[in-house]
Each structure stands twice: as C-alpha cells, then as structure tokens.
C-alpha cells in the first residue's frame, strides 16, 4: 500500500518517483541535458567574440528581442534564466541526494577494495562544487557585472575582456571550465545509462561521444579566455 502524506493522501506518482533512486537519477539526467544544451548554444554564442564586438554585442541585442512581440524585451532571457535555475537545483538536489543514499548504503569494508571508477567519477562531487561557486562567480562577473572591473552595460564583448584580462578572471574560468569537461564526460555517460540509453552494442559509441563532446565544449570555452590573456581578442 502506499505511504500516505501528512494530509492523508497518497503520494503523488512524481513525489513517489521523486523519491526512489530511479527517479533522482532520471531527475538528474533529464536536468543534466537541459543545461547540456544551454552550455552548447552558450559555447557556439561565446566564439563570436572571434569575430569582433559588433558581431558579440549584437548577438547579445538580439536575445533580448527573441519573442517579440509576444513576449517584452529582454522577457526571453529570463524565461531562460528561470528555466535553468530550475534544473541547477534540481540537477544539485538530486545529485546530494544520491550521494547521501550511497554513502549510507556503502559498507565500511569498501573503501578497502580496489577503486574501479575514473578520474572523472572520483571528482565528479569535487567539480559539482566548483561548478556551483564559479555559476555565481560569472553572474557576479558578467550579468550583474558586480565583480567586473571594467563593466560596460549593454557591451558584451568589453565585458569579457575587462574580466579575463586580469589574471584571476582568466584563471576562474580556466579552471572551471576544466572541471566542466570531466563533468560533461562522466554525467554524459551517467545520463544515457539512467535513461536506459546505454547498452552492449552502444557502449563504445556512446564512450566516444561523451569524450567528443567534453572535449569540443572544454576547447571552445577555454578558447576564449586564453585568446584575452595572449591578445588575440582585445
């Protein structure tokens, strides 16, 4: 019989899934793809700065007429905004979550076995944090532009090199972007496995995607920053 809730009522299927391993893991997942997708449009968005400021800027300019005119300016970005706040934290609770239920369950004897999983899985937690603090480090540096020591409102591109021009706005960056790529490898993988995706015959197809993939997003982000620091883009 079902557990009933605190108002007498038995749980909902989505509370009830919610609450088993199989549905954090398929929360995780299916949030894990949205924010795949946003990081490969931002990826593709970011790599115009190649192509002068007039070019980034008004890309830029032009997300905030997406919609119009259903929508108000600028109304597009926040919808966005919102929609991947919402899969940060239900990617985050979910994964803690998880995690919890794992340690709980590990017996003590394990940590004595032999370690079988990547480097990438060994991290995976480590980088979920780093994650965590750099998403609020780069709105402080390039949406509010509280931390940004040069902001310009409305210039995009000034922006980006105002902040990776100083040794520590590159460096954040870098390495986040490094801990990104491990994160994409490994929760490309997870994802497709909890998703019923991955078997036999797709293993190496799938491996290979998800190196492919980590690889093109942790070029195409650390492009930029390292084109700033040697003067490519300035």
Do not use: C
């Amino acid at each position: 019989m079902a557990l009933a809730t605190r108002t007498g009522r038995p749980p909902s299927t989505l509370t009830t899934l919610w609450r088993s391993t199989v549905g954090k893991k398929a929360a995780m997942a299916v949030s894990g793809l949205v924010l795949l997708g946003y990081l490969v449009l931002h990826m593709l968005g970011n790599l115009k700065v190649f192509f002068g400021p007039d070019d980034l800027n008004g890309y830029a300019a032009w997300l905030r007429t997406l919609g119009q005119p259903l929508l108000h300016h600028g109304w597009f970005l926040w919808i966005a905004r919102l929609v991947l706040l919402a899969a940060v934290l239900v990617h985050g609770l979910a994964a803690y979550q998880l995690s919890r239920r794992d340690l709980a369950a590990r017996p003590q004897g394990y940590v004595h076995r032999r370690r079988r999983a990547s480097y990438a899985t060994r991290t995976m937690r480590w980088g979920g944090v780093i994650l965590g603090l750099f998403i609020v480090w780069h709105i402080l540096d390039l949406t509010t532009l509280t931390v940004n020591p040069r902001a310009e409102e409305g210039h995009p591109y000034q922006n980006i090199v105002a902040s990776f021009s100083t040794w520590y706005g590159g460096g954040i960056y870098l390495v986040a972007m490094l801990a990104l790529g491990l994160h994409v490898r490994h929760g490309f993988w997870s994802a497709a496995q909890s998703l019923g995706i991955n078997n036999a015959r797709r293993h190496r197809a799938l491996k290979a995607a998800a190196d492919l993939l980590a690889l093109v997003l942790t070029a195409g982000f650390v492009s930029v920053p390292l084109a700033v620091l040697t003067g490519v883009v300035r």
